[in-house]
């Protein structure tokens, strides 16, 4: 790294500069006849830089001009410091990137032990590796059913406790994170609160990995600038979700951005998945908008299952059925195989082999205006 220093730095700034190199593991050295261009090169033995955070603290430093030249200094969403090509993100069995890819599935929200439970049953025995369901619901009008909140995560504890499925549940509050992340084996941070820095910060705190959705007016960098903020804060694993944008026509409930997960997939070496129940809203187009993030790219999939989706009070009609959830899963385990990548699912036999029969037809009823 070089920095151009104020030519009429004082000696009390130079020294702050120089505490703050030593304390990042630099060597500092004056370069020019001036003195005013200073060199780091990192001390040998000094742990890699972690991110940016490394420029920002010269940067802010009085007798600083200007970083001339970052060095090796980049995001940590772009490159992880031990150079390896992907992050492999890994919860109570599932397995996402680095060629594995996982399927979470549930209810939209935890609303009945009973239900929870065989829904849970149902779904690990057809292919996901987690249960998804919320606790804490972010619902647009406050007068909706928020979930049962800390009920709700003993329900969900008590089914990881009664079938082994691991836990995907959403934290809402910074206050909340150690109550949800005792709940859950991957901590889902939901499309509305993917700019909560304070929330996000907190979480890279954290041991367990973390879901982090896409905003559903969120560009793609800002969505990678809020992994970021996990990945600063020292939590390395991190899950990118594609959950649909907001567009202009309302046949779906979101537009799924392909194009964002075939980027992704290429320009982070975090394990990017897709959500097709809330990209499509409606229990009809989820299986094909999955298997079209799968095909742009994506390491697995987030489906809401429900086998009565009538009694429930949350996204009820982007529910599909147990069926369909099997057939869904049939094709992601073929269309893995496209990308050679493999699909992990948790009663495979030692060798890896899947008993599940190949990729079935896409009904087309709803093209024919039938459904
Ligand atoms: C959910 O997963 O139930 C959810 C609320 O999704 P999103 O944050 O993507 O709207
Ligand atoms: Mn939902």
Redesign the pocket.
């Known amino acids: 790294m070089l920095l151009r220093l104020s030519r009429q730095i004082a000696p009390a700034e130079l020294r702050a500069v120089e505490a703050v190199a030593e304390e990042l593991g630099y060597a500092l050295t004056r370069l020019g006849e001036r003195g005013d261009v200073a060199e780091l090169a990192r001390l040998p033995g000094s742990r890699p830089p972690a991110g940016p955070a490394h420029v920002a603290a010269f940067a802010d430093l009085s007798g600083v001009v200007e970083i001339l030249d970052r060095g090796d200094v980049r995001e940590l969403w772009r490159a992880r410091p031990d150079g390896a090509a992907s992050t492999v993100v890994e919860a109570a069995g599932a397995r996402f990137g680095g060629g594995s890819a996982s399927i979470i599935a549930g209810p939209?929200a935890v609303e009945d032990e009973a239900r929870l439970l065989e829904v849970a049953q149902a779904v690990r025995s057809r292919g996901a590796s987690l249960l998804?369901g919320?606790a804490f619901?972010?619902r647009t009008s406050p007068y909706s059913f928020q979930g049962l909140g800390r009920e709700g995560l003993e329900m969900l504890r008590n089914v990881r406790e009664a079938t082994g499925l691991g836990i995907v549940t959403?934290v809402l509050d910074p206050r909340d994170v150690e109550a949800v992340a005792d709940a859950a084996d991957l901590v889902?941070v939901?499309?509305?609160s993917m700019a909560n820095y304070a929330l996000l910060k907190e979480l890279g705190e954290l041991r367990q990995p973390v879901l982090l959705?896409r905003g559903f007016g969120a560009t793609v960098s800002e969505f990678l600038g809020a992994a970021e903020y996990v990945l600063a804060g020292g939590n390395e694993s991190v899950v990118l979700c594609e959950?649909g944008v907001r567009g202009f026509d309302r046949v779906t409930r979101n537009l799924l951005d392909v194009g964002a997960i075939a980027h992704l997939a290429g320009a982070t070496h975090l394990p990017v998945i897709t959500?097709p129940s809330?990209a499509a809203g409606r229990a009809d187009l989820v299986r094909a908008i999955g298997r079209a993030g799968l095909i742009a790219g994506a390491d697995g999939l987030?489906v809401?299952v429900h086998p009565a989706p009538a009694e429930v009070h949350s996204?009820g009609q982007q529910a599909i059925g147990l069926d369909e959830f099997g057939a869904l899963v049939r094709d992601a385990e073929a269309l893995c195989v496209l990308d050679d990548r493999r699909l992990v699912t948790l009663d495979e036999t030692p060798d890896g082999a899947s008993s599940r029969p190949s990729m079935s037809p896409l009904p087309t009823a709803h093209l024919r205006g039938t459904a």
């Open positions: 939209c998804r919320g619901k972010p959403e889902q939901g499309a509305r959705k959950r959500d809330h987030m809401e996204d």
